[in-house]
């Protein structure tokens, strides 16, 4: 079944509001990564976060990795068209395979 | 550098056929990957492969097949095509132990009728 959950799967959002998508793991992960895909188009890499509570940040995009490496959220500040997509964690377990998220789709209307 | 490259990006196939997708990349990556993305899903990994001569299964190779007999390629091959098999096919590669971030491929548009 699936191992790494993300809320919420659609996010509808007025262009300048801010949006967070959440990612939860049922264990504890090594590392987790983030990926945006835009519409019709191929997952590109965004970030990878490995230690516990690590917090980075690409100008408006703050991602955080839980205390206990089971969760992490991306977080977009005021959004903007170009911010279109789906947005996939994707959680490395031990084992060293990647999964992923179902991904949550933002839309922003301007 | 083209990165990774995927063909056909489209086809469209009949119950029973058998046909090979094809993925190359030119960035020297030993780790190569093959997934199935189903219309508002995560990505499924299908089958992997950690460098030339190996492969491994991953959640979902059932109808599938892979070989890895250059560091540059990793052909997908389907047998018996059935309609569960419609999807986009992605094709990454990653580095290695040391930086794991996935690059992938533009994807192949796969429909079995």
């Known amino acids: 079944g699936q191992q790494v959950m993300q809320i919420p799967q659609y996010q509808h959002v007025q262009e300048g509001e801010d949006f967070t998508t959440y990612c939860n793991s049922s264990?504890?992960?090594?590392?987790i990564q983030w990926y945006k895909q835009r519409p019709g188009g191929h997952p590109v890499f965004l970030i990878q976060?490995?230690?516990?509570?690590e917090v980075k940040k690409q100008k408006r995009l703050t991602f955080q990795f839980g205390e206990a490496k089971k969760n992490s959220s991306l977080h977009i500040t005021a959004t903007q068209t170009t911010d279109v997509g789906t947005y996939f964690c994707?959680?490395?377990?031990?084992?060293?395979?990647?999964?992923f998220g179902q991904g949550t789709t933002l839309q922003v209307k301007p | 550098n083209a990165g990774v490259t995927q063909t056909p990006k489209f086809r469209i196939l009949k119950i029973g056929q058998s046909m090979t997708l094809q993925c190359t990349q030119d960035?020297?990556?030993?780790?190569m990957y093959w997934y199935r993305q189903d219309p508002g899903m995560g990505l499924k990994l299908i089958y992997y492969?950690?460098?030339?001569?190996?492969?491994d299964k991953g959640e979902v190779p059932n109808g599938y097949n892979v070989s890895r007999s250059t560091t540059e390629d990793f052909p997908l091959r389907l047998e018996l095509a059935a309609p569960s098999q419609t999807s986009v096919y992605f094709c990454?590669?990653?580095?290695?132990?040391?930086?794991?971030?996935?690059?992938f491929g533009p994807g192949t548009r796969l429909t079995v009728t």
């Open positions: 264990t504890t992960l090594s590392n």
């Open positions: 492969s950690v460098g030339a001569g190996i492969t």
């Open positions: 990454a590669s990653s580095p290695g132990t040391s930086s794991l971030e996935q690059y």
């Open positions: 994707a959680g490395r377990r031990n084992t060293g395979k990647l999964i």
């Open positions: 960035m020297n990556h030993n780790y």
């Open positions: 976060l490995v230690k516990s509570g």
